[in-house]
């Protein structure tokens, strides 16, 4: 195993005794579907929850005082960075899967309006597009200020979600979303968009931290 994946694990087993936590936080969006009919918007705004959360590493190593034990630990702090992405990124993605799970099933045993398949497709994309913006812009400044000092980085993903659903509303970008002409061309660009995102934000990552001692 290497280093990175070995702190992602370490990222895990601090996350563990707050599983449940998270857990209640990722059921408040599944009340979305039901008033709005839509999974494109439910599953946006269950991103903006889930990117709330990413704060919770930090505040958990601060709390306990870790700075000093991740000193010790025979890993650069590259990999301490890489490990904590992985880590967040890889909560983030799979706490979508099962938005969009749940959501669907809730529109179509609930409200009687089941997602077309373009849309399922289609919601999934800006899901994760959308939480990979709000992570990828959170986690440098909790790396440059730490999660007390940083809080006002947690609304980055509420201010977010409240500039996409007026641009929806105003602008049609959500019709426009759906109407993808080429799903295989369309997840190719948001992958390989997150991808740049997330590399460019681990990037001032791993400077902040050399630069901090973080």
Do not use: H
Request: aromatic residues 14%; positive net charge; glycine residues 12%.
């Amino acid at each position: 195993m290497n280093p990175a994946m070995k702190c992602m694990k370490l990222d895990f087993m601090l996350l563990k005794p707050y599983v449940k936590s998270v857990l209640l936080v990722l059921l408040v969006p599944l009340m979305f579907p039901f008033f709005t009919g839509s999974l494109l918007e439910g599953l946006s705004f269950g991103v903006t929850v889930t990117a709330m959360t990413t704060a919770y590493t930090f505040s958990i190593s601060e709390k306990n005082g870790m700075e000093r034990f991740y000193g010790f630990l025979p890993v650069g702090r590259g990999s301490l960075v890489a490990g904590r992405y992985l880590a967040v990124f890889g909560i983030g993605y799979l706490a979508l899967l099962l938005e969009t799970a749940l959501q669907s099933a809730i529109l179509l045993w609930a409200v009687k309006s089941p997602p077309s398949g373009g849309e399922l497709l289609s919601s999934l994309l800006l899901g994760m597009l959308l939480f990979t913006i709000y992570a990828g812009v959170q986690l440098p400044g909790y790396y440059k200020y730490g999660s007390i000092r940083g809080k006002i980085f947690m609304f980055i993903p509420t201010v977010g979600f409240l500039v996409f659903y007026y641009l929806a509303g105003k602008l049609g970008i959500g019709e426009a979303w759906q109407l993808l002409s080429r799903p295989a061309a369309a997840a190719g660009c948001v992958l390989a968009l997150s991808a740049c995102i997330i590399g460019i934000s681990a990037a001032f990552s791993i400077r902040i931290v050399n630069k901090t001692g973080r």
